[in-house]
């Protein structure tokens, strides 16, 4: 990102000075949002909590670990099991997750996909 563009100056706002009702959040949310938004992409992060309301603002679309793992089961990439191995890898390098297994990630989605239908 260059040093005075409308990205730049967005990364600025978000890790020095937010606007009214926003608050700051680290650098690298910061970076990937004001990518995201000034590029067209698609923000990955599971940090949902500081992200959520600049993805809303800014109208970017988002996916999370878990997200990107149902796809990939889905498209029979990987197993349940492998999910679950990976999730657990994930987990033991403190990577912040919202459930302790794959699987239990999996009961919680199809919960509120059932409840969306």
């Known amino acids: 990102m260059e040093t005075g563009s409308k ?3 967005d990364y600025l706002q978000m890790t020095t000075l937010p606007e009214k009702g926003m608050r700051i959040i680290g650098r690298g949310e910061a970076a990937g949002i004001a990518m995201a938004k000034h590029r067209n992409g698609t923000l990955a ?3 949902l ?3 959520r309301p600049y993805v809303e603002k ?3 679309s988002h996916i999370t670990t878990g997200d990107i793992m149902i796809e990939a089961m889905n498209a029979g ?3 349940e099991e492998e999910g679950n191995t990976i999730w657990s890898d ?3 390098k403190r990577r912040m997750l919202p459930t302790s297994t794959f699987s239990e990630y ?6 509120t996909e059932e409840k969306e239908e």
């Not at 999996?106 to 919960?111: E, Q």
């Open 49 to 51: 909590r500081d992200i």
């Open 7 to 9: 990205e730049y100056n």
């Open 90 to 92: 994930m987990i033991s």
């Open 77 to 79: 990439i990987i197993t």
């Open 58 to 60: 800014f109208g970017i």
């Open 45 to 47: 992060s599971n940090n």
């Open 106 to 111: 999996l009961t919680n989605y199809r919960k």
